[in-house]
T-cell receptor
Framework: SQTIHQWPATLVQPVGSPLSLECTVE??????LYWYRQAAGRGLQLLFY??????ISSEVPQNLSASRPQDRQFILSSKKLLLSDSGFYLC????????FGPGTRLTVT | QQPVQSPQAVILREGEDAVINCSSS?????VHWYRQKHGEAPVFLMI?????EQKGHEKISASFNEKKQQSSLYLTASQLSYSGTYFC????????????FGPGTSLSVIP
């Protein structure tokens, strides 16, 4: 069966520091992969999606970037975090329906 | 184009029924339903792929009216465990699977 992992589970970072969140999927090949952000009490905002290795599309221009160095690995990065980057970051994979990872709760102080 | 969900919030007593609606201004290929409990990731409930399709498991079911570009989620004889925020996601089947989620409906079931 397929499983999706995200780490770390929680993160507290100062403004201006870099960020790297990792997501890996097991049990499937060539999945579509997604990064979402959810602000406290809000909906799911699609940040990036990828249909294959090295193929990244950005939905919302901001100071975040994403990379897919391997088929089942998706990385979200930032060179300098802003206060507004705080939130719950969710990775997801899909064939038809989408399945979410456990999420990373990021607090920028 | 983000789908619209209604109501924004609903409070039920155990055993009562609820309907959550999801509509889009664009033609849809599929509708996805998820439930998210506080502090957790959304959990997939069901996907409806064809107009007129209905699906369900246990006491949660959904319908998809392709012509009206809307879907409804039905919760019958609600249980405390049904509490959470329900999101619908719509997919227009462009060049890849991209699901756009609605703002969510907060559902609270009280004893």
């Amino acid at each position: 069966s397929q499983t999706i992992h995200q780490w770390p589970a929680t993160l507290v970072q100062p403004v201006g520091s870099p960020l790297s969140l990792e997501c890996t999927v097991e049990g499937t090949s060539n999945p579509n992969l997604y990064w979402y952000r959810q602000a406290a009490g809000r909906g799911l905002q699609l940040l990036f999606y990828s249909v294959g290795i090295g193929q990244i599309s950005s939905e919302v221009p901001q100071n975040l970037s994403a990379s897919r160095p391997q088929d089942r690995q998706f990385i979200l990065s930032s060179k300098k975090l802003l206060l507004s980057d705080s939130g719950f970051y969710l990775c997801a994979w899909s064939v038809n329906e989408q399945y979410f990872g456990p999420g990373t709760r990021l607090t920028v102080t | 184009q983000q789908p619209v969900q209604s109501p924004q919030a609903v409070i039920l007593r155990e055993g009562e029924d609820a309907v959550i609606n999801c509509s889009s201004s664009k033609a849809l290929y599929s509708v996805h339903w998820y439930r998210q409990k506080h502090g957790e990731a959304p959990v997939f409930l069901m996907i409806l792929l064809k107009g007129g399709e209905q699906k369900g498991h246990e006491k949660i079911s959904a319908s998809f009216n392709e012509k009206k570009q809307q879907s409804s989620l039905y919760l019958t004889a609600s249980q405390l465990s049904y509490s959470g925020t329900y999101f619908c996601g719509t997919d227009r089947k462009t060049s890849y699977d991209k699901v756009i989620f609605g703002p969510g409906t907060s559902l609270s079931v009280i004893p």
